[in-house]
């Protein structure tokens, strides 16, 4: 089946990887930001043009004060530090989900990130924050509404957060779970899914690649015989 074009990943268990290592929930989210960082050099090295990764969902946002405070830190480190390397290696970067749920000096560097990155052709990094796969779906159908038109699924499609973006080949979620947990509904209708037991920090490049090699292996036949 060769390479997945769009790779979605859940990057789960942080907090539980900090937990068994008596540490802080936030050195978890630290260690797993870092982790992100390597494994999407490495997809995008193995010829995946698309990648979305699920930082922060709608429903993480009732997590205590003092986490959420911790995370938008760690955003404020990585939008003002890794944007430019990213306008270098040619990556365009997208952040989906509601703007109004962060705070607005992460609001407003992500748009320059995503500003400074426009022109990038080589690939593409979308990065899920204040997403939930529900509300964009809501959203889209408002803004049908709204304008007063029906709508197919090619228009619905791009008038999600995702417009213009391949629909999911590949979703990834790593810390146990088996569940998509509200992220790209619309977009992973035909995703092949690959779990792992591992918490992110510790999901290697290598296991990576095990789910590129499992992904070529399955049929996709999207409903045909």
Excluded at 105 to 134: H, S
Excluded at 201 to 207: E, K, N, Q, R
Excluded at 208 to 214: G, W
Aim: charge should be neutral; charged fraction near 25%; aromatic fraction near 8%.
């Amino acid at each position: 089946m060769g390479i997945p074009c769009h790779v979605g990943i859940i990057m789960d268990g942080n907090g539980r990887w900090a937990r068994r290592r008596l540490l802080p929930r936030l050195a978890g989210h630290r260690a797993g930001m870092n982790r992100m960082l390597a494994l999407v050099e490495h997809i995008f090295s193995c010829g995946v043009k698309y990648v979305t990764v699920f930082a922060l969902s709608t429903e993480n946002l009732s997590r205590p004060q003092s986490e959420l405070d911790g995370l938008f830190g760690l955003f404020r480190e990585y939008f003002s530090s890794q944007m430019e390397a990213l306008r270098e290696n040619g990556v365009r970067l997208r952040v989906i989900g509601d703007r109004a749920l962060i705070p607005q000096d992460i609001a407003d560097l992500i748009r320059a990130g995503e500003e400074l990155t426009a022109e990038g052709t080589k690939a593409n990094l979308a990065i899920a924050i204040g997403y939930g796969g529900r509300q964009d779906i809501v959203s889209a159908c408002n803004r049908a509404v709204r304008a007063g038109r029906e709508v197919t699924e090619e228009s619905f499609a791009a008038a999600l957060s995702t417009g213009g973006m391949p629909a999911l080949d590949l979703l990834i979620r790593t810390g146990g779970e088996k569940r998509i947990s509200n992220f790209l509904l619309f977009e992973a209708a035909y995703a092949e899914l690959v779990f792992s037991g591992k918490m992110f920090p510790d999901y290697t490049d290598g296991d990576f690649d095990a789910a590129l090699k499992e992904y070529a292996s399955r049929e996709r036949r999207f409903g045909k015989i």
